[in-house]
Protein backbone atom coordinates (compact mmCIF):
# COMPACT_ATOMS: atom_id res chain seq x y z
CA UNK A 1 0.00 0.00 0.00
CA UNK A 2 0.96 3.47 -0.46
CA UNK A 3 2.41 5.56 2.27
CA UNK A 4 1.19 8.96 3.88
CA UNK A 5 3.28 11.83 3.48
CA UNK A 6 3.76 11.45 7.26
CA UNK A 7 5.33 8.45 6.79
CA UNK A 8 7.30 8.86 4.18
CA UNK A 9 9.45 12.03 5.78
CA UNK A 10 9.30 10.69 9.38
CA UNK A 11 6.46 13.66 10.21
CA UNK A 12 5.21 13.74 14.01
CA UNK A 13 1.77 14.35 15.06
CA UNK A 14 2.65 17.10 17.24
CA UNK A 15 -1.03 17.64 17.82
CA UNK A 16 -4.43 15.99 17.24
CA UNK A 17 -7.43 18.30 18.54
CA UNK A 18 -11.35 18.40 18.17
CA UNK A 19 -12.71 22.17 18.18
CA UNK A 20 -16.67 22.26 18.87
CA UNK A 21 -17.90 24.62 16.21
CA UNK A 22 -21.11 24.38 17.79
CA UNK A 23 -21.99 23.96 21.69
CA UNK A 24 -21.70 20.49 22.74
CA UNK A 25 -25.52 18.81 22.09
CA UNK A 26 -26.77 21.33 19.77
CA UNK A 27 -28.89 19.60 17.26
CA UNK A 28 -26.64 20.69 13.18
CA UNK A 29 -29.31 19.82 11.15
CA UNK A 30 -26.75 17.23 9.04
CA UNK A 31 -23.83 19.76 9.54
CA UNK A 32 -20.54 18.88 10.94
CA UNK A 33 -20.46 20.35 14.47
CA UNK A 34 -16.48 19.84 15.19
CA UNK A 35 -13.29 20.03 13.17
CA UNK A 36 -10.18 18.32 13.51
CA UNK A 37 -6.64 19.97 13.40
CA UNK A 38 -4.02 18.21 13.10
CA UNK A 39 -0.23 19.85 13.56
CA UNK A 40 2.85 17.65 11.76
CA UNK A 41 6.49 18.48 12.31
CA UNK A 42 9.50 16.85 10.69
CA UNK A 43 12.09 17.85 13.74
CA UNK A 44 10.25 18.46 16.61
CA UNK A 45 8.61 15.45 18.93
CA UNK A 46 5.83 16.37 21.61
CA UNK A 47 6.72 14.92 25.38
CA UNK A 48 2.88 14.56 26.34
CA UNK A 49 4.57 14.38 30.47
CA UNK A 50 5.20 17.93 29.77
CA UNK A 51 2.90 19.29 27.00
CA UNK A 52 -0.44 18.45 28.45
CA UNK A 53 -3.63 19.83 26.57
CA UNK A 54 -7.06 19.07 26.31
CA UNK A 55 -8.05 16.83 23.31
CA UNK A 56 -11.33 18.84 22.78
CA UNK A 57 -11.54 22.71 22.85
CA UNK A 58 -15.44 23.42 23.18
CA UNK A 59 -15.46 26.98 21.86
CA UNK A 60 -13.23 28.02 19.37
CA UNK A 61 -13.76 31.37 19.65
CA UNK A 62 -14.68 34.22 18.15
CA UNK A 63 -14.62 34.08 14.08
CA UNK A 64 -13.71 35.92 11.52
CA UNK A 65 -16.17 34.35 8.93
CA UNK A 66 -17.90 31.42 8.97
CA UNK A 67 -15.15 28.69 7.35
CA UNK A 68 -12.35 30.18 10.30
CA UNK A 69 -11.03 28.34 12.70
CA UNK A 70 -11.52 30.71 15.56
CA UNK A 71 -9.18 32.42 17.73
CA UNK A 72 -9.13 30.70 20.34
CA UNK A 73 -8.10 27.41 18.15
CA UNK A 74 -5.79 29.69 16.50
CA UNK A 75 -3.95 31.31 19.92
CA UNK A 76 -4.18 27.28 21.69
CA UNK A 77 -1.80 26.25 17.95
CA UNK A 78 0.57 28.98 17.78
CA UNK A 79 1.01 29.29 21.60
CA UNK A 80 2.16 25.19 21.27
CA UNK A 81 4.28 25.83 18.18
CA UNK A 82 5.94 28.98 20.20
CA UNK A 83 6.40 27.39 23.33
CA UNK A 84 8.18 24.63 21.12
CA UNK A 85 10.81 26.91 19.61
CA UNK A 86 9.41 27.08 16.11
CA UNK A 87 9.76 29.88 14.31
CA UNK A 88 6.99 29.54 11.85
CA UNK A 89 3.16 28.48 10.92
CA UNK A 90 2.54 27.43 7.52
CA UNK A 91 -1.14 27.02 6.40
CA UNK A 92 -2.30 25.42 2.85
CA UNK A 93 -5.99 27.07 4.04
CA UNK A 94 -5.71 30.39 5.37
CA UNK A 95 -8.48 31.91 4.79
CA UNK A 96 -8.96 34.97 6.17
CA UNK A 97 -5.42 34.93 7.65
CA UNK A 98 -6.34 34.99 11.82
CA UNK A 99 -4.18 31.89 12.38
CA UNK A 100 -1.27 34.01 10.26
CA UNK A 101 -1.95 37.17 12.54
CA UNK A 102 -1.74 35.30 15.49
CA UNK A 103 1.88 33.84 14.81
CA UNK A 104 3.34 37.44 14.06
CA UNK A 105 1.63 38.35 17.31
CA UNK A 106 4.03 35.79 18.79
CA UNK A 107 6.72 37.08 17.35
CA UNK A 108 6.81 34.19 14.24
CA UNK A 109 6.75 33.90 10.87
CA UNK A 110 3.44 32.92 8.97
CA UNK A 111 3.26 31.87 5.20
CA UNK A 112 -0.64 31.22 3.90
CA UNK A 113 -1.91 29.82 1.37
CA UNK A 114 -5.42 30.63 -0.20
CA UNK A 115 -7.29 30.28 -3.42
CA UNK A 116 -9.86 32.95 -3.34
CA UNK A 117 -8.87 36.61 -3.99
CA UNK A 118 -11.00 38.42 -1.37
CA UNK A 119 -9.69 36.27 1.80
CA UNK A 120 -6.32 36.43 0.37
CA UNK A 121 -6.67 40.59 0.28
CA UNK A 122 -7.87 40.45 3.61
CA UNK A 123 -5.22 37.83 5.12
CA UNK A 124 -2.52 39.91 3.91
CA UNK A 125 -4.31 43.09 5.67
CA UNK A 126 -4.94 41.34 9.15
CA UNK A 127 -2.73 41.90 12.10
CA UNK A 128 -3.25 40.30 15.97
CA UNK A 129 -2.10 42.19 18.86
CA UNK A 130 -1.06 40.74 22.13
CA UNK A 131 -2.97 42.54 25.03
CA UNK A 132 -2.60 42.19 28.85
CA UNK A 133 -3.44 39.11 30.30
CA UNK A 134 -2.93 37.13 27.15
CA UNK A 135 -5.87 38.07 25.57
CA UNK A 136 -5.20 38.75 21.45
CA UNK A 137 -7.06 41.06 19.48
CA UNK A 138 -7.26 40.78 16.09
CA UNK A 139 -7.79 43.59 13.18
CA UNK A 140 -8.04 44.57 9.43
CA UNK A 141 -5.57 47.56 8.01
CA UNK A 142 -8.09 48.72 5.46
CA UNK A 143 -4.67 50.00 3.52
CA UNK A 144 -4.23 46.45 2.62
CA UNK A 145 -1.16 45.97 4.71
CA UNK A 146 -0.44 43.99 8.02
CA UNK A 147 1.94 45.76 10.70
CA UNK A 148 4.25 42.76 9.74
CA UNK A 149 5.17 43.15 6.38
CA UNK A 150 3.39 40.26 3.96
CA UNK A 151 4.50 39.72 0.60
CA UNK A 152 1.64 38.34 -2.13
CA UNK A 153 2.06 36.05 -5.19
CA UNK A 154 -0.51 35.73 -6.97
CA UNK A 155 -0.56 32.30 -9.31
CA UNK A 156 -3.76 31.97 -11.91
CA UNK A 157 -2.36 28.60 -11.95
CA UNK A 158 -5.00 26.42 -13.24
CA UNK A 159 -7.61 27.62 -10.54
CA UNK A 160 -8.27 31.20 -10.37
CA UNK A 161 -7.34 33.07 -7.78
CA UNK A 162 -4.74 31.23 -6.19
CA UNK A 163 -2.25 33.06 -4.19
CA UNK A 164 0.39 32.50 -1.94
CA UNK A 165 0.57 34.64 1.47
CA UNK A 166 4.23 35.26 3.30
CA UNK A 167 4.85 37.44 6.18
Known amino acids: GGKTCQQRRSFSCLMHR ?3 LKPPGTP ?6 YSHLLCFSEGARLDNSIHVYADVLPEV ?5 KSAMGLNACIEIVKLLHKLGH ?3 VNPFC ?3 DILAVANAFGMDAIGVEMHKKRARRARAVTAERLKGGRI ?3 ENKQGEGRFARKAQ ?3 GKKKGGSNLNS
Open 61 to 65: GDKSW
Open 18 to 20: IFC
Open 28 to 33: TYGRVG
Open 87 to 89: TAV
Open 137 to 139: SIS
Open 154 to 156: HDE
Open 95 to 97: GKG
